[in-house]
């Protein structure tokens, strides 16, 4: 069971523990009663907003070690960027390292779309990372997420010719619509081991390589965006992508799709 899961069972265990109190030993005080369910209501947001608890569905966010051949998962969300992205292509080239990209459905369109076939064609994974990238997601109906994962999904498919069933929440958050959306659609959740935290216009680049250097292991899976949701700023991975790279190299960590690193070992 995962750490999330156990949480939500407890406090759910503790709620209607104080409950049936109540009803065989006299209400509780207001306070306890309003305490409990502002505990329960936190336990469910933090289920909500952070993945890697996987209280709601099973995320996977980390390959297994293999100490022979180690390797991890660069990923990239928020794209495609036409400023972006090409010198992202161009440094995994460089380094003849592979990733994966998560990419925003509505974005897959002219030469866009053509930046994803270059980068399906180098050998990198496509994911879906929803098609509007709609920041209420997760407060949103089953048919709704439906059909925007459709949506995503189809766009994927035309610009690559496969399928993809890597999926990334838009803004990473889950719940159970969204994981039993994912499960209908054949959809692996991914979540990431080490982030940057260099989704913002205001992200530092010193701290994001330290953050992502310092986070480098075997079965990692590394969060960085190569494009902005709205590219209204300038994501300062791809400027710290040749260092992060260049760490790699120096440890012996391989950069794999992140298919390639949850595939299971035969
Ligand atoms: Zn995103």
């Known amino acids: 069971m995962t750490p999330g899961r156990a949480l939500l069972y407890a406090t759910s265990v503790g709620a209607i523990g104080l409950g049936v109190r ?3 030993r006299g209400a509780v005080p207001v306070e306890v009663a309003a305490g409990a369910v502002v505990a329960f209501a936190s336990v469910v947001m933090a289920g909500v907003v952070e993945p890697r608890l996987g209280m709601f569905a099973d995320v996977v966010n980390r390959g297994e070690p293999r100490p022979d051949a180690p390797r991890l998962a660069l990923t990239f969300d928020d ?9 992202v292509l161009d440094a995994l080239a460089a380094a003849g390292a592979r990733a994966t990209f998560f990419v925003i459905g509505r974005k897959l369109e002219g030469e866009r779309a053509r930046l994803v076939r270059r980068a399906h064609d180098e050998g990198h994974a496509i994911g ?6 709609d920041r209420l997601f997760a407060l949103r109906s089953a048919r709704r997420v439906r059909d925007d994962l459709k949506t995503a999904l189809a766009a994927i498919a ?5 399928a993809t069933s890597l999926f ?3 803004i990473g958050h889950t719940n159970p619509t969204i994981a039993s959306v994912a499960e209908e659609l054949d959809l692996d959740i991914i979540g990431f081991s080490v982030r940057g935290y260099d989704g913002t ?3 530092d680049e010193a701290k994001v390589r330290a953050r992502l250097i310092s986070g480098l292991a075997d079965g990692a899976i590394a969060l960085l965006h190569d494009g ?7 994501p300062v991975a791809p400027a710290i992508l040749p260092d992060v790279l260049g760490a790699m190299r120096d440890a012996g960590i391989a950069g794999v799709t992140v298919s390639e690193l949850i595939a299971p070992v035969d």
């Open 22 to 24: 109540s009803v065989t």
């Open 79 to 87: 794209g495609p960027s036409l400023e972006h992205t090409p010198r």
């Open 128 to 133: 879906c990372h929803g098609h509007a990238h």
């Open 158 to 162: 035309d610009v690559t010719g496969s």
């Open 168 to 170: 990334r929440p838009p």
């Open 201 to 203: 216009a205001r992200a």
């Open 228 to 234: 902005a949701e709205r590219d209204d700023f300038t």
